[in-house]
């Protein structure tokens, strides 16, 4: 569910997408959802997973890691991460490999998968109907 559903100018792109995904863990069914959105100020960017155990969330503008369990909270900061070095690791990475210093990482597959994921969302999204994940 979503769309460009705001007074934003975007071009070409949803301002808003809610997705519900079925995954599989020790063979049961588990949902999987998303929300992302260009509308919240300030941006929120939380990532968070709920067990029976408990849940783990990570902030990433507060850059903190939080492990809440019924036994209580345990908040793991991340304050002297900057986010600039995830770029400058992945560069350094692209220029090693270009240099012919190391092999890149096995990441087709794992981009295939995303590019799958997207397109289903985006078939899903212009037909208001359930869409299968298409497998290679």
Not at 88 to 95: D, H, P, Y
Request: proline content about 4%; aromatic content about 8%; glycine content about 8%.
């Amino acid at each position: 569910i979503g769309g460009h559903l705001s007074d934003l100018e975007l071009s070409g792109v949803e301002d808003v997408a809610t997705m519900l995904f079925t995954g599989e863990q020790a063979g049961r069914k588990v949902p999987l959802h998303v929300h992302l959105d260009f509308l919240q100020r300030p941006p929120r960017r939380r990532y968070k997973i709920v067990g029976d155990a408990g849940s783990i969330e990570f902030d990433y503008h507060q850059r903190e890691l939080v492990l809440a369990t019924p036994a209580g909270r345990d908040v793991t900061s991340f304050a002297s991460w900057h986010r600039n070095q995830m770029f400058e690791t992945e560069v350094a990475e692209f220029m090693a490999c270009v240099r012919g210093e190391r092999d890149p990482a096995p990441f087709l597959e794992a981009a295939l998968a995303t590019h799958r994921t997207c397109m289903a969302a985006l078939r899903s999204l212009a037909s208001g109907a359930q869409a299968s994940i298409l497998k290679a």
